[in-house]
């Protein structure tokens, strides 16, 4: 089969990631919190599921303000996850699997409780001082300028102790790093390659569009310096290896994520965009007020990054992850059509140009949390929001509601293996309420059920590694302006993969272009088999299906 001159060929482009969020996902000591060992138990799960790839969110030794993204010693373990032992476990467990680990990196910020942050802000005058951005009170005193922090309120904080303010874009116990040191840069270089050397295959780079910011001049994203300290780290670190890199670029666009993921860049192999999630936010209040869904954006988000793309760089694939609610609540729909709706979703995506990323429990189902009270939550960026949302005058009413729709906890309720106690999650208490579905919404049921939306999931991630053409092929929108069809090909050689998709709770009734026209092998459906697309067609609700033919017969 002959590719596309224009996709090199890598291991990571036909592999399927999977996202485990550590703390939710398996408990192994009862103590209420997933762990390593937890993890080391379920790979057996992922392979049957056919993962070659997970992504650990933060296991590094953290106070835990924000679930370890807040990291104290990159170098060490958190204890309630486990020791580095485990770790050596998991990764020599996973790859007798054929599973390579990836590692969450955390660069832009640490911990307040970081040695080199504990020293930095003992005295002006500590070398590890110019290691994080401190300024001067702005005249008159008060933050130095109006920046602010993701989680509410001034991304400043006066330190007492010197009379300074250094900078947080996230929680004040997050301070950001100076990466215009080059001390600080090559400190996290060597960090990188000690885990390197321990196996991993790869890193996914926490907001790494910050780490060129230019504080004075308000840049926080996309820095002048940006993609050199890139092209540094990727030369002092995995360069020369064969891993995968993604960075979490809430900035990007195609342009950027070119220069990103370039061929000829050196820089990362992708990066995650998300276009399609703050398309649905309001100008003001963000993702505590979202606005109704609209496919046909959706449609034009994904199909822009498609054709960007195409020649050159390589996009991921993804509905949800540890910040984002859940795909099936999100997109889909959980009353009516939890199992269509899930399967409709995994075939549009999966069946993209891209590498596909599982967040845990998507390939379940499972769907948003349930809360009904504060006390419910834990998520530090949803506690501060409720403060700050109720001061500014919102009701208790409409925050739980933003929060029941959008806040990250929808993402991060313990992973439902089974119908028994707290899902089979923990022995002991869960650090969060366990989603009252489990009895239905499980690993273990939807395991033994061949029509199981896990199933689907399953199938799609063979077909990827057996068919070059949902690697390579080329991408082609139709329908653009219909309000519930999703309707795409991909051609490679001779080949055309159709997939067509009802976004709706609806039966649709419509006249299909001669392109999308013709017969074909049934790759995947939702319902029954699909193997002709006449020039009229009736779609089930959320049906979805994908047929593969013969361009030239
Ligand atoms: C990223 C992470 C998020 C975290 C933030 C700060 O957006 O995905 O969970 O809170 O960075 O590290
Ligand atoms: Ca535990």
């Not at 960026?381 to 933003?402: C, K, Q, V, W, Y």
């Not at 929808?410 to 009895?439: C, H, K, L």
């Not at 049934?522 to 006449?534: A, E």
């Given at each position: 089969m002959e590719l596309p001159s224009t996709s090199r060929n890598a291991w990571w482009h036909t592999a399927t990631v999977y996202q485990v969020y550590p703390r939710s996902f398996a408990d192994s000591n009862g103590d209420g919190v997933g762990d390593l060992p937890g993890i080391t138990s379920k790979l057996e799960y992922l392979k049957a599921l056919g993962i070659e790839l997970i992504w650990l969110s933060p296991v590094y030794?953290?106070?835990?303000?924000?679930n370890g993204y807040d990291i104290s010693d990159y170098q060490a373990i958190a204890p309630e996850f486990g020791t580095l032992a485990d770790f050596d476990d998991l990764v020599a467990q996973a790859r007798s699997r054929g599973i390579g680990v990836v590692l969450d990196l955390v660069v832009n910020h640490t911990s307040d409780a970081h040695p080199w942050f504990v020293q930095s802000r003992a005295s002006r005058r500590s070398a590890y001082r110019d290691y994080y951005i401190w300024r001067k009170p702005a005249e008159g005193g008060g933050p130095p300028n109006q920046l602010t922090s993701s989680f509410g309120g001034p991304a400043w904080t006066l330190?007492?102790?010197?009379g300074e303010y250094y900078l947080h874009l996230f929680s004040r116990r997050q301070p950001d790093l100076n990466w215009a040191n080059p001390n600080v840069r090559h400190e996290i270089y060597q960090m990188m390659n000690w885990w390197l050397e321990r196996g991993i295959a790869g890193f996914r780079m926490d907001v790494i569009d910050y780490i060129g910011k230019q504080v004075d001049q308000n840049i926080?994203?996309?820095?002048?310096?940006l993609h050199d300290y890139l092209q540094e780290m990727n030369r002092a670190t995995f360069g020369s290896r064969d891993v995968i890199t993604v960075g979490e670029t809430w900035s990007a666009t195609p342009g950027s994520a070119l220069l990103y993921s370039g061929r000829a860049r050196q820089e990362l192999s992708m990066v995650f965009q998300f276009e399609h999630v703050t398309q649905q936010w309001d100008e003001i209040y963000g993702k505590w007020r979202s606005q109704p869904f609209d496919l046909v954006k959706l449609k034009s988000i994904l199909g822009k990054w498609q054709y960007a793309l195409a020649e050159d760089g390589w996009n991921s694939l993804f509905w949800g992850n540890h910040d984002l609610p859940r795909a099936v609540s999100k997109y889909g729909d959980?009353?009516?059509?939890p199992v269509e709706s899930a399967k409709m979703l995994a075939t549009v995506l999966h069946l993209l140009k891209g590498t596909p990323f599982v967040y845990q429990g998507e390939e379940i189902g499972m769907t948003n949390a349930p809360f009904t009270k504060i006390e419910q939550y834990r998520d530090i960026e949803t506690l501060n929001m409720h403060r700050l949302h109720l001061e500014a005058g919102l009701s208790p009413e409409d925050f739980i509601r933003g929060a029941n729709e959008n806040g990250r906890d929808n993402a991060r309720t313990p992973m439902q293996w089974s119908a028994g106690a707290n899902a089979g999650f923990t022995t002991g208490i869960p650090w969060i309420d366990v989603n009252e579905n489990y009895i239905a919404i499980n690993a273990e049921v939807a395991m033994s059920d061949e029509h199981s939306i896990w199933n689907h999931y399953r199938r799609l991630i063979l077909l990827r590694k057996s068919h070059p053409i949902i690697v390579y092929g080329r991408f082609q929108s139709y329908l653009d302006q219909h309000p519930d069809i999703f309707a795409y090909t991909r051609t490679l050689g001779e080949q055309r993969l159709t997939v067509l998709a009802n976004f709706s709770a609806r039966t649709i009734t419509l006249d299909l272009p001669n392109e999308l026209q013709g017969s074909g092998r049934c790759l995947i459906s939702n319902y029954d088999p699909v193997h002709k697309v006449d020039a009229a067609m009736e779609f089930r609700p959320y049906e979805a299906f994908a047929i593969l033919a013969q361009s030239r017969s």
């Amino acid at each position: 089969m002959e590719l596309p001159s224009t996709s090199r060929n890598a291991w990571w482009h036909t592999a399927t990631v999977y996202q485990v969020y550590p703390r939710s996902f398996a408990d192994s000591n009862g103590d209420g919190v997933g762990d390593l060992p937890g993890i080391t138990s379920k790979l057996e799960y992922l392979k049957a599921l056919g993962i070659e790839l997970i992504w650990l969110s933060p296991v590094y030794a953290s106070p835990m303000d924000d679930n370890g993204y807040d990291i104290s010693d990159y170098q060490a373990i958190a204890p309630e996850f486990g020791t580095l032992a485990d770790f050596d476990d998991l990764v020599a467990q996973a790859r007798s699997r054929g599973i390579g680990v990836v590692l969450d990196l955390v660069v832009n910020h640490t911990s307040d409780a970081h040695p080199w942050f504990v020293q930095s802000r003992a005295s002006r005058r500590s070398a590890y001082r110019d290691y994080y951005i401190w300024r001067k009170p702005a005249e008159g005193g008060g933050p130095p300028n109006q920046l602010t922090s993701s989680f509410g309120g001034p991304a400043w904080t006066l330190d007492e102790r010197t009379g300074e303010y250094y900078l947080h874009l996230f929680s004040r116990r997050q301070p950001d790093l100076n990466w215009a040191n080059p001390n600080v840069r090559h400190e996290i270089y060597q960090m990188m390659n000690w885990w390197l050397e321990r196996g991993i295959a790869g890193f996914r780079m926490d907001v790494i569009d910050y780490i060129g910011k230019q504080v004075d001049q308000n840049i926080v994203t996309d820095g002048p310096h940006l993609h050199d300290y890139l092209q540094e780290m990727n030369r002092a670190t995995f360069g020369s290896r064969d891993v995968i890199t993604v960075g979490e670029t809430w900035s990007a666009t195609p342009g950027s994520a070119l220069l990103y993921s370039g061929r000829a860049r050196q820089e990362l192999s992708m990066v995650f965009q998300f276009e399609h999630v703050t398309q649905q936010w309001d100008e003001i209040y963000g993702k505590w007020r979202s606005q109704p869904f609209d496919l046909v954006k959706l449609k034009s988000i994904l199909g822009k990054w498609q054709y960007a793309l195409a020649e050159d760089g390589w996009n991921s694939l993804f509905w949800g992850n540890h910040d984002l609610p859940r795909a099936v609540s999100k997109y889909g729909d959980v009353k009516g059509y939890p199992v269509e709706s899930a399967k409709m979703l995994a075939t549009v995506l999966h069946l993209l140009k891209g590498t596909p990323f599982v967040y845990q429990g998507e390939e379940i189902g499972m769907t948003n949390a349930p809360f009904t009270k504060i006390e419910q939550y834990r998520d530090i960026e949803t506690l501060n929001m409720h403060r700050l949302h109720l001061e500014a005058g919102l009701s208790p009413e409409d925050f739980i509601r933003g929060a029941n729709e959008n806040g990250r906890d929808n993402a991060r309720t313990p992973m439902q293996w089974s119908a028994g106690a707290n899902a089979g999650f923990t022995t002991g208490i869960p650090w969060i309420d366990v989603n009252e579905n489990y009895i239905a919404i499980n690993a273990e049921v939807a395991m033994s059920d061949e029509h199981s939306i896990w199933n689907h999931y399953r199938r799609l991630i063979l077909l990827r590694k057996s068919h070059p053409i949902i690697v390579y092929g080329r991408f082609q929108s139709y329908l653009d302006q219909h309000p519930d069809i999703f309707a795409y090909t991909r051609t490679l050689g001779e080949q055309r993969l159709t997939v067509l998709a009802n976004f709706s709770a609806r039966t649709i009734t419509l006249d299909l272009p001669n392109e999308l026209q013709g017969s074909g092998r049934c790759l995947i459906s939702n319902y029954d088999p699909v193997h002709k697309v006449d020039a009229a067609m009736e779609f089930r609700p959320y049906e979805a299906f994908a047929i593969l033919a013969q361009s030239r017969s």
